[in-house]
């Protein structure tokens, strides 16, 4: 089993940064590959950014590209997404979600996946 962890949510005003941490345990042995998804209020949950197990094949939404930077520390199997330039629909629960060997956009497809830490933009 996979323990996932995220932090770093908050309440910002539109233009702000941010950024979210997520902390993945319980295989000490591997690497995860790792993506960022969101759930804004009465929407489907979807797909932010990815980044494979050796830090590449990395993968922004069209909608965050130039704003979101996903990044890791491997030896922390700890990844991050940087939220910069945030505007109030980037309003979401920002959820975590690792596998072993998937990278998919759909998040059906992520087996392990944190509890989600609130994003709120006020314009």
């Known amino acids: 089993q996979v323990q996932v962890v995220e932090s770093g949510g908050g309440l910002v005003q539109a233009g702000d940064s941010l950024r979210l941490s997520c902390a993945a345990s319980?295989?000490?042995?591997?690497?995860?590959?790792m993506a960022w998804f969101r759930q804004p209020p009465g929407k489907e949950r979807e797909f932010v950014a990815r980044?494979?197990?050796?830090?590449?094949?990395?993968l922004h939404a069209d909608s965050v590209k130039g704003r979101f930077t996903i990044s890791r520390e491997n030896a922390k199997n700890t990844v991050y997404l940087q939220m910069n330039s945030l505007k109030p629909e980037d309003t979401a629960v920002y959820y975590c979600?690792?596998?072993?060997?998937?990278?998919?956009?759909?998040?059906?497809?992520?087996?392990?996946w944190g509890q989600g830490t609130q994003v709120t933009v006020s314009s």
């Open positions: 979600a690792v596998s072993l060997n998937i990278m998919g956009v759909t998040w059906r497809e992520w087996p392990y």
């Open positions: 319980g295989r000490t042995s591997r690497s995860y590959n």
């Open positions: 980044i494979g197990w050796s830090g590449g094949s990395i």
